[in-house]
């Protein structure tokens, strides 16, 4: 049943008959402490939180602050943001303490990974816990610090404990003699150098392999600058030795085009090369996918340069493209 408060009232006052019938003993008593004001004004919403009557984000926060006290990883949010250390190191850390740094178990949780073992020892799933800690890569680079840390001695059970460790550190860590806000700095950089060396072991460019013995591997690639577009090929042989370098300029302002008229010139030079094969590389896979046999569409983009592109590989017996 829904009732506003003009209903609960007469002309004395609270209306306590019907109250009494509605509410139980300890609300109708709550009702009646309720002081009714002689002017009779419209019911509305009042925040009793603030002074003026209002809701604000402010006195929400304020009030669950009091509701809920503060946990111990928010009060480490806290302490690294008053840190003096820079910026850069700053969100870093609080990325470890929130465990919102995307290792690859939090990666498995909102998209399938063919792979979730750890980069840099490839015994498990990768977590920041692990990462951070355990790792043997991790443990040798804490050990050979000036203070001979054994992070994975302390019993650290999360990200944000280790932080912990890092603000406050234990009488276990020994840094005798050492201004925290110097321990936290060297921790920081740490951190930081593990995340990139983790980075360097995922994301690594591949790099360029010497092509088999009596062959010679083209690089190709376009360059754009405004509406102008240049494009360049370096042929190498299986001695890794420069058999030619070359470039020019194209008229087309497209990514797709240029890269595909790279690799039609490139094709057109290693005619007259007597070598058993030619291998093409090029990082455009729109331009790869379309040349190789795999029934897909070639982009209505580069339709007008595929067919010569063809017609050269198949004129040579002896010439191979491997893009």
Known sequence: MALIVSQLVNQEGWDLTKIRNTFDETISQLIQKIPLSRLAPKDCWIWISNNSGEFSVKSAYWLSRNIS???????????????????????????????CLPTKDCLARFCDLDDVLRPLCKDAEESSLHLFISCPFTRAMWF?????????????????????????????????????????????????????????????????????????????????????????????????????????????????????EAIKWALSLAKSIDVAAMIVENDSKDYVDALAPSGKQVPWRIRGFGPSCFELIIKEEALVSSL
């Open 144 to 260: 050979n610090s000036k203070w001979g840390l054994r992070l994975e001695n302390l019993n650290l059970n999360s990200p944000s404990h280790l932080i912990g460790v890092f603000l406050n550190p234990p009488t276990e860590v020994n840094i005798v003699g050492v201004k925290r806000g110097e321990f936290l700095l060297f921790e920081a950089v740490i951190c930081e150098a593990i995340w990139r060396a983790r980075n360097l072991a995922i994301f690594e460019v591949q790099r360029w392999k010497n092509p088999p013995r009596d062959s010679i591997k083209i690089n190709v690639d376009a360059a754009f600058k405004d509406d102008k577009s240049s494009i360049a090929a370096v042929a190498r042989d299986w001695r890794g030795e420069v058999v030619f370098v070359c470039a020019k300029r194209v008229y087309s302002n497209l990514p797709l085009q240029a890269k595909t």
């Open 69 to 99: 006290p503060p946990i111990n990883q928010d009060m480490i949010h806290g302490l690294i943001w008053k840190s003096k250390i820079h910026e850069r190191l700053k969100m870093h850390l609080w990325r470890i303490a929130a465990n």
